[in-house]
């Protein structure tokens, strides 16, 4: 665009083309510029590495939005906000105010750290409002960031100060001063978050339960030895640690998690894995470290819940603490001995499994047989598919993935197993199917742990016996085949009614199968079976509950 059209466009009242002017000033100086509007109110977000002075900048936006004439055009600007932000230190931030309506505009030395807001409306009611707070401050000589009681102290010296001095008079304009700022100061709040807000309007009620939260976090981190101040700034909670601050960093910030995770901090508004920003000064004017925290997740009915699947607690370590069971159990004798049946009813559910899949009948029985006919039968064929189906209805219906995946794979090995599977090979894979099953039929009930079924088929609380006795006849079989791998243990020959000769490791040899293939087949399944559980766990007790994790490990730091 020509630069006649730029200086026409700004004094038609366009941000843009006003920031495009401003930043040919700007510019040599490092600062870029950038501009919006917002009803009649002029908004100018300024950006350097080195921090400019702000009376000069605030006198060169004056000089030159009043040049332009704006305010005397249709679209006219009553005031300009104007916002300084430094990207490596965010301590050098300052918010100022131009009022255009009269001759006293808010005057640029009464800085306040603030950062550009994305979009607010801002009245020059509300800017004027501002500017006296701003006046207050400076009367009473204290910092913009103080508290409300560093403020009460100041104004209590200055005015011990006044009465000594014998200004009377002073000291009761100070009084007075002093009695408004404190009566207005809920509201003074509400306008400057209103400045500092994102992009919505935020009610008073809002800012107070924000300003209440501020007050009470910088509270409870004195009084857990840290000295410091906090704000909101762009939503984000932005925590200042004093130099006098004698925790180290790790510390304190397992401090901040303790504190950020109760229900007095819940005003503040921020998600689980939200990040907080934590600068450790190391003098007043220089940040000695940084830390971006993830916010810890809030506590919920659900962890109360055993039955729940959102349960962080049992997400995390319940399924560890069933294997561990699981390991304890086949470690014990006794306990292995008396248990043996369900060792044995997982192995004849292996076999099953492979029948009913096929379309054969089957009858798994707790003693170690399974009756099994040969023959296809299209009722267990139908029967089986309506059952997938109302799965994949009723998982579809309630959005229960695992269900919908589960009827699908079901179904698909279903057909391929019934019409597709010669007989020899169908023979085969039920003999596979006995230890077959005692791995990967303990590996698909330990997986779905972390899965919840449709509301006919619910399992939420009968998954920890289910599980429990899954993990004892995996980790039997597993360290069994590792064992074989090894050399260290012999291949199950045999069965228990069929004697040496018949079983299903004999079947298998009857196939074809070498010793070493057997071998390699089972001990590659168990270590398959093995990586998928950990990875399943890995992600969903893990992975989704990271936040959860790190604040347990915060904690302990903290303790």
Known sequence: MPEHSWLEHAKLGDANAIAHLLNQV??????TVRGDRQERNLVLWLESQTPPDQTWVMHTVRKGIMRLQVASMTASIDGVQVHYWHPQNPSYAWSDAISLTDDNPATPETAVAASPPASTTTSPTELSSIA????????????????????????????????????????????????????????ASLHKQALNSPAETVTAAAIDDTTAAINTLVAAMRSQGLDGQARLHHSQLQIRID???????????????????????????????????????????????????????PATSAN?????????????FGLPILL??????????????????????????????????????????????????????????????????????????????????????LAFLQFCFTWLLPRAQFETLLSFGGIGGELYLCTLLMVSFYFPLPAYWRWDIYRYPMVLGAA???????????????????????????????????????????????????????????????????????????????????KFVSS
Not at 26 to 31: L, Q
Request: aromatic share 14%.
């Open 26 to 31: 700007f510019s040599p100086k490092g600062i």
């Open 132 to 187: 006296r707070l701003e006046q207050t401050y400076q009367a009473l000589k204290a910092d913009p960031a103080a508290s409300l009681q560093a403020i009460d102290e100041a104004y209590a010296g200055l005015k011990t100060e006044l009465l000594r001095q014998g200004q009377r008079t002073a000291a009761s304009q100070l009084k007075a001063t002093h009695a408004q700022f404190k009566s207005n100061w809920q509201q």
């Open 243 to 297: 130099s006098s601050t004698l925790h180290p960093p790790e510390r304190a910030i397992a401090i901040l998690y303790t504190l950020l995770e109760k229900p007095e901090f819940t005003a503040f508004n921020l998600q689980p894995g939200e990040k907080v920003a934590v600068y450790g000064m190391a003098s007043p004017q220089k940040i000695g470290w940084k830390r971006q925290i993830p916010m810890p997740p």
């Open 304 to 316: 109360r819940d055993l039955t729940s699947f959102d349960n962080t607690h049992v997400n995390t």
């Open 324 to 409: 561990l069971f699981g390991i304890v159990m086949n470690a014990t004798p006794l306990i292995n001995f008396l248990l043996r049946g369900i060792k044995i009813w997982f192995h004849e559910f292996g076999h099953a499994t492979i029948a009913w899949l096929a379309g054969r009948r089957a009858i798994p029985l707790p003693f170690g047989w399974t009756n099994v006919d040969p023959e296809r039968s299209l009722f267990v064929y139908l029967g089986l598919l309506l059952l997938f189906g109302l799965l994949f209805w009723s998982g579809k219906r309630e959005h229960k993935q695992w269900a919908i995946i589960l009827a699908g794979v």
């Open 472 to 554: 004892f006849t995996f980790w039997g079989q597993f360290w069994l085949w590792q064992q074989i791998r090894q050399g260290l243990a012999d291949i199950p020959w045999g069965s228990m009614w069929g004697g040496a000769a018949h079983g299903d490791m004999n079947n298998l040899s009857y196939a074809g199968w070498s010793d070493q293939q057997i071998v390699t087949t089972y001990s590659t399944l168990s270590n398959l079976c093995l990586l998928t559980l950990l990875g399943i766990y890995f992600y969903f007790g893990i992975w989704k509950n990271r936040y959860y994790l790190l604040a347990l490990y915060r």
